[in-house]
T-cell receptor, first 114, second 112 residues
Framework: DGGITQSPKYLFRKEGQNVTLSCEQN?????MYWYRQDPGQGLRLIYY???????QKGDIAEGYSVSREKKESFPLTVTSAQKNPTAFYLC?????????????FGPGTRLTVT | RKEVEQDPGPFNVPEGATVAFNCTYS??????FFWYRQDCRKEPKLLMS???SGNEDGRFTAQLNRASQYISLLIRDSKLSDSATYLC?????????????FGTGTRLLVSP
């Protein structure tokens, strides 16, 4: 089955610890994205990558880091510098071919930091 | 003004009703438009893209009004299973990267 996988589904961490969220896709999509969603708020873009070994900051990149060593993988690290890390994290991907860029989402990781 | 705005609802409708949501966007340079459906505590799923001429997929019809800068989603013959939050997304070409900006969503509750 083609799709986007994220793991784990739920993650609990103590404040001050870094944590890495996994995102893998087998859709052969060029672009990958990380969003966070908070209750009552829309999706906010954290980082995105259009090509391997290249990525750019989104609207709320502070306290996060990413890597794109393989086309299929785009892990997100939530560092201890992120002030409010508890949120629902969504990874998405899209092809860059054609005129539109429909994004498809993974099932998400719900991170709770206490 | 927010880049993309939606009425949060909830819209409470009985089964079989017709319901419509609007989504306004602020940037006239926006290029493409989408509706996503998000169930509680799940990821958004692409419902349909919105084309200039409007498009229909079964009970769902999407329209684009560029002059007034809004898109709409019409659901006919509502089903209980249509209960969800509907997110609109607007694609803005930004320095070569097509950034997708999401609204906060409109919640729909369909009751028996």
């Amino acid at each position: 089955d083609g799709g986007i996988t994220q793991s784990p589904k739920y993650l609990f961490r103590k404040e001050g610890q870094n944590v890495t969220l996994s995102c893998e896709q087998n859709l052969n999509h060029d672009a990958m994205y990380w969003y966070r969603q908070d209750p009552g708020q829309g999706l906010r873009l954290i980082y995105y990558s259009q090509i391997v070994n290249d990525f750019q900051k989104g609207d709320i990149a502070e306290g996060y880091s990413v890597s794109r060593e393989k086309k299929e993988s785009f892990p997100l690290t939530v560092t201890s510098a992120q002030k409010n890390p508890t949120a629902f994290y969504l990874c998405a991907s899209s092809t860059l071919q054609g005129g539109t860029s429909e994004q498809y989402f993974g099932p998400g990781t719900r991170l709770t930091v206490t | 003004r927010k880049e993309v705005e939606q009425d949060p609802g909830p819209f409470n409708v009985p089964e079989g009703a017709t319901v419509a949501f609007n989504c306004t966007y602020s940037n006239s340079a926006s290029q493409s438009f989408f509706w996503y459906r998000q169930d509680c505590r799940k990821e958004p799923k692409l419902l349909m893209s919105v084309y200039s001429s409007g498009n229909e997929d079964g009970r769902f019809t999407a329209q684009l009004n560029r002059a007034s800068q809004y898109i709409s989603l019409l659901i006919r013959d509502s089903k209980l299973s249509d209960s969800a939050t509907y997110l609109c997304a607007v694609n803005l070409l930004n320095t070569g990267f097509q950034k997708l900006v999401f609204g906060t969503g409109t919640r729909l509750l369909v009751s028996p």
